[in-house]
T-cell receptor, first 116, second 109 residues
């Protein structure tokens, strides 16, 4: 298996532009998570999906952020308009199961976003 | 807010020594997981310990869990330079996995 695939690996954009980050989870995994990592705040859970349905988006910082999962093999995280404080590494992760019998999360290599 | 808090924030040791990292958390959990992150890469799962388990081993890794103290420790024995990375604990509660800020481990050759 190729693992969780994220694209692009790096994104540099100007303030006010729209940014779309993409993720392909591991086939057969029912859960998909979007995290953001910064030095100041560490790893923050933004949103997660179960069977393509958003379950908890309480970590999405503001209305400028939106995430979709149109099918089991693809998810996007969109920022519109982007701001310099959105600069971070964004990770996608997938998992087979959660709860007491949870299986581990498998992470992609992240997208490093720089907003100037 | 972070559920788990790792201690220390940074640790520097010599190759061959043991490294111990601690994690404290605040609420009840289903399980606790440890992950490793090399610079510029995603996190990689190391070990999962469920709430009814007290100790678990995997190769040179030993994890303990004390639910009464809401704490866990990760021990890496006979460390190698290749173990240099950041290590995170993550608490699993109600489907959400919440990470601490990590311990940055440096193993000097």
């Amino acid at each position: 298996d190729a693992g969780v695939i994220q694209s692009p690996r790096h994104e540099v954009t100007e303030m006010g532009q729209e940014v779309t980050l993409r993720c392909k989870p591991i086939s057969g995994h029912d859960y998909l998570f979007w995290y953001r990592q910064t030095m100041m705040r560490g790893l923050e859970l933004l949103i997660y999906f179960n069977n393509n349905v958003p379950i908890d988006d309480s970590g999405m910082p503001e209305d400028r952020f939106s995430a979709k999962m149109p099918n089991a093999s693809f998810s996007t995280l969109k920022i519109q308009p982007s701001e310099p404080r959105d600069s971070a590494v964004y990770f996608c992760a997938s998992s087979f199961d959660r709860g007491y019998f949870a299986s581990p999360l498998h992470f992609g290599n992240g997208t490093r976003l720089t907003v100037t | 807010s972070q559920q788990g808090e790792e201690d220390p924030q940074a640790l520097s040791i010599q190759e061959g020594e043991n490294a111990t990292m601690n994690c404290s958390y605040k609420t009840s959990i289903n399980n606790l997981q440890w992950y490793r992150q090399n610079s510029g890469r995603g996190l990689v799962h190391l070990i999962l310990i469920r709430s009814n388990e007290r100790e678990k081993h995997s190769g040179r890794l030993r994890v303990t869990l004390d639910t009464s103290k809401k704490s866990s420790s990760l021990l890496i024995t006979a460390s190698r330079a290749a173990d240099t990375a950041s290590y995170f604990c993550a608490t699993d509660r109600n489907e959400k996995l919440v990470f601490g800020k990590g311990t940055k481990l440096t193993v000097n050759p």
